[in-house]
């Protein structure tokens, strides 16, 4: 891509396209429409988009589309208003431009009368999880069978994420999904006593958003547990979006409503454990003395590490069989940013920078100043701005 600036192409689909994303690295895009067809773009050696290849894959328009992360491979999944869900594999021997460089390897119809409209991989190690969200705000999570092969799956967890099961007719709902980023929980939430292989799950649940934990139990199976509410929020929220930072301490969880405001939300896992009082070793009085620390060292974890630990086993943790639920979580609304009717939210890889787009036509960037106050640095406009 272009070291700074904006960079545009020639939309081959023959709708408007609803859905995109970028690959981890930023190389490679995919959109789907409502002309029922999936585009795949390359990023050349100049910084632009290429085609790659272009294909009809559902029988109505495509709702959500999206690259699983690294390590297993180009596969891309998608949901469509047909009732299904599919991942498509890259085949290099097919040429590009054919039609059939992405072929089908899965394909799974909801249980319930309603299309699936949201979906988001996670990838802990080797592990791939995917989560699914029909109309009727029924969350599943589902697990490869085989963990190299991501041609059959398996369904492990399914919840409402709604208090109200069922539809009446011609009421609006929106249900979207985001899992926790990193490969890791933020440190202060494994310190606090969640397991650091546990799943984190943010649903847009109509007019509020609902954290979920899950960690594997004895049986290997996934348990997810509400453990917090972001509210406040004065109509359907649109999309949700997890900040990467597993550093940070907290974990930020931003938002956009139909009701014209996008709202960060921070949320922390107190505990009662202070790490000023850590010693990573003491200070010796002899060279002899220093030489036997020195070599005891060798096999002693970190203090930080023998903390979590001695903490886990005060606690009778054995980082298996708990659940998310016994972790104390707190929600602060860090900031509420006015942007009118915003459909798509996005963090920045590698940066605490959010991006919004909305019914306006702009695409605006906001990060916090050194004070903490949450501010709008960046602008981008298809059309001027009405007076």
């Not at 917090?228 to 974990?251: I, M, N």
């Not at 850590?278 to 023998?306: C, K, Y």
Request: hydrophobic share 35%; aromatic share 8%; glycine share 8%.
């Amino acid at each position: 891509m272009p070291t700074h600036g904006f960079a545009t192409w020639k939309n081959e689909s023959f709708d408007l396209v609803l859905a995109i994303d970028y690959n981890v690295s930023g190389t490679r895009l995919v959109t789907g429409s409502a002309d029922h067809k999936i585009q795949v773009f390359d990023v050349n050696e100049r910084g632009k988009l290429c085609l790659i290849d272009r294909w009809t894959a559902h029988n109505a328009s495509i709702s959500a589309v999206k690259w699983n992360g690294p390590g297993m491979g180009q596969v891309i999944g998608s949901v469509a208003e047909d009732m299904k869900f599919k991942l498509w594999q890259e085949d290099l021997t097919q040429a590009p431009h054919s039609g059939r460089r992405f072929r089908c390897i899965y394909s799974q119809s909801p249980r319930s009368r309603q299309p699936y409209v949201s979906l988001d991989f996670k990838i802990i190690g080797s592990e791939t999880f995917i989560a699914l969200a029909t109309r009727d705000g029924i969350i599943s999570l589902l697990e490869p069978i085989d963990p190299d092969n991501l041609a059959s799956w398996k369904e492990v967890e399914q919840f409402y994420a709604w208090q109200k099961p069922g539809l009446t007719r011609g009421e609006e709902t929106n249900f979207k999904l985001s899992f926790h980023p990193d490969k890791l929980p933020c440190f202060n939430a494994t310190t606090a006593g969640l397991s650091k292989n546990a799943l984190s799950l943010a649903v847009a649940s109509m007019d509020s958003v609902r954290v979920y934990r899950a960690e594997k139990a004895g049986t290997g199976d996934y348990h997810f547990e509400q453990v917090a509410t972001l509210a406040c929020h004065e109509g359907l929220v649109r999309d949700v979006a997890w900040a990467p930072g597993s550093a940070r301490g907290s974990d930020w969880i931003a938002s956009s409503c139909a009701d014209g405001y996008v709202r960060i939300f921070e949320l922390s896992t107190p505990h009662d454990h202070d790490f000023s009082s850590l010693s990573m070793h003491e200070p010796s009085s002899t060279a002899q003395t220093g030489a036997s620390q020195t070599a005891a060292s060798r096999n002693t974890v970190s203090g930080i590490s023998t903390a979590v630990a001695g903490m886990a086993r005060a606690k009778g943790q054995s980082g298996q069989g708990d659940h998310g639920g016994q972790v104390k979580h707190e929600v602060k609304m860090l900031a509420e940013l006015q942007h009118d009717n915003v459909w798509d939210i996005n963090w920045i890889p590698n940066t605490s920078m959010l991006v919004s787009g909305g019914d306006d036509g702009q695409i605006r960037m906001w990060k916090a100043s050194m004070d903490g106050e949450w501010v709008e640095f960046a602008e981008l406009g298809s059309r001027s701005r009405r007076t």
